[in-house]
């Protein structure tokens, strides 16, 4: 299969293909293989690259799911595969491997998916760019001297390079929905308890962290949010099964919406003008497309909620860190942290658990508040990012003598939008609406209900008709001849 047509389809297009018995599993993975060849080395973007175990995979005959033979990828961060070294971005954890396959790792291959490789992270995810002293900087496909956004940077440039439909990604501040704005992605952060995040992990970051995927589409997203979702064994909390199939809802158009919209993030940070110009186009959109748009934001203490975000982050990454140093039998330290992570890592050691409950209870306080606040709306709409795509190097987990605080309010100030559902475990997405004067995507967030994936969907969908975003395509791409 030629990458040019191999890139054209989404998941559910190459799903059917091999149903129709029009191309073989095999035919799909080879071409992802040569996909990898061809822009990875650009890119830097994929860690392993697994063919050998796909044709085993293969061999041995895929599950008969919904995706059944689609290549995939996935983040080496709290998924894992059996056997398959993860290293978390890290020197600390390099090598690392787990015995078995994650709950949502499982359903991944039940769904029929073949794993070909794994892709980059920032070291122990905590960053809006991709970049580690371990694996180097991933850059943008749009243009190699940007970002392609953190924590799922890697999967975010790969898929948006055309070397998979779509791949795995997770989300603690933004992490699905920041890359997904950098690459010209659909980012979908489901709701907290929706994707099984166990055996390992009960709630990452306390609630924060949702695993899930970037695709290219809404019906992918749709269609793999049926495929995964629901609880795992022993878990105890997750979100309200939806009253039909996702990929059902997207079939109409939601009713008419009162949409919530906004220019300003909580913290007070200015936002890039182009970044603006999308928005208020995308707002006139919306209003032409039947809904109620009101300019309001929920009311909270920001500078409370950062305390708490810096808490919350810093505390379990000092248990991860730790966790992985036990296993490895390694100790933390400056030789295998880079400098913002072990900062962190050393204030995450003098919390105190006085000063981690009140954390915790300050994201209470927080999330009553945007509950109130939805209440009177459906959904809300803000920029994703603050800014267009970083330039590489801006976001530096390096620089000399930065701490804890600087660097959650140097990431935080970039992702000034998406950390706040995070805590509230609301559902969002981040949709390719615009680009700058010189090419960059720029995503929009809409922000749902709890529990109300429905609604966010069949308004993606309905805005992806409406603003089709299918034949954009960077200039790194596998499809591209360009040299």
């Not at 293989?33 to 041995?60: F, M, R």
């Not at 500078?303 to 730790?322: G, K, S, Y």
């Not at 140097?410 to 609406?433: D, M």
Request: with cysteine; proline share 7%.
């Amino acid at each position: 299969m030629q990458l040019s047509q191999y890139s054209d389809y989404d998941a559910i297009g190459l799903a059917e293909l091999v149903r129709q018995r029009e191309v073989t599993p095999k035919e799909l993975k080879n071409a992802a293989i040569e996909g990898i060849a061809k822009v990875n080395p650009k890119l830097n973007a994929i860690v392993n690259v697994l063919s050998e175990q796909a044709d085993q995979e293969i061999d041995t005959g895929l599950p008969d799911g919904p995706f059944k033979g689609v290549p995939f990828l996935i983040k080496e961060l709290v998924l894992h595969a059996a056997g398959v070294p993860t290293s978390m971005g890290s020197r600390l954890a390099s090598g690392i491997t787990f015995p078995h396959d994650s709950e949502l790792m499982a359903r991944f291959r039940k769904a029929g998916l073949v794993t070909v490789g794994t892709t980059t992270t920032p070291e122990l995810g905590y960053g809006a760019t991709t970049e580690s002293l371990l694996y180097g900087a991933t850059y943008n496909p749009w243009n190699l001297a940007h970002s392609p956004g953190g924590s799922s940077g890697g999967s975010g440039a790969a898929v948006a390079a055309g070397i998979v439909p779509f791949a795995h990604a997770n989300d603690g501040g933004g992490s699905i929905r920041v890359p997904a704005s950098c690459n010209g992605l659909v980012g979908l952060k489901p709701t907290r308890g929706r994707v099984p995040t166990g055996p390992d992990y009960g709630e990452p970051l306390n609630g924060l962290g949702i695993e899930f995927a970037l695709t290219r589409s809404v019906r992918d997203a749709a269609a793999l949010l049926d495929a995964v979702a629901g609880p795992d064994p022993g878990c105890y909390a997750w979100a309200e099964s939806p009253k039909r199939p996702y990929r059902d809802e997207i079939s109409s158009p939601p009713q008419r919406l009162r949409i919530a919209w906004t220019a300003k993030p909580a913290s007070g940070v200015p936002v890039d003008q182009e970044c603006l110009d999308i928005l208020y186009e995308t707002v006139k959109l919306c209003e032409e497309l039947g809904h109620e748009m009101v300019e309001a934001a929920p009311v909270f203490d920001n500078d409370l909620h950062m305390l708490a975000t810096l808490r919350l982050w810093t505390a379990n990454l000092t248990n991860w860190a730790n966790g992985v140093a036990r296993a490895l039998n390694r100790t933390p330290s400056e030789e295998n942290l880079e400098s913002a992570i072990f900062a962190c890592y050393r204030y995450g050691q003098t919390i105190t658990t006085a000063e981690f409950l009140e954390a915790l209870d300050i994201q209470n306080m927080v999330s009553r508040s945007v509950g109130r606040f939805f209440t009177e709306y459906d959904v809300m709409l803000s920029p994703t990012a603050a800014r267009t795509p970083l330039p590489l190097g801006e976001l530096n987990a390096n620089a000399p003598g930065i701490d804890a605080k600087q660097w959650t309010e140097q990431n935080f100030t970039y992702a000034a939008f998406t950390n706040l559902f995070n805590t509230t475990g609301q559902p969002a997405i981040s949709l390719p609406l615009g680009e700058s004067s010189d090419g960059l995507p720029i995503g929009m967030q809409f922000a749902g209900r709890f529990a109300d994936e429905a609604t966010l969907l069949r308004l993606a969908a309905q805005l992806e008709q409406a603003r089709p975003w299918k034949d954009r395509r960077p200039v790194v791409h596998v499809a591209s001849d360009r040299p």
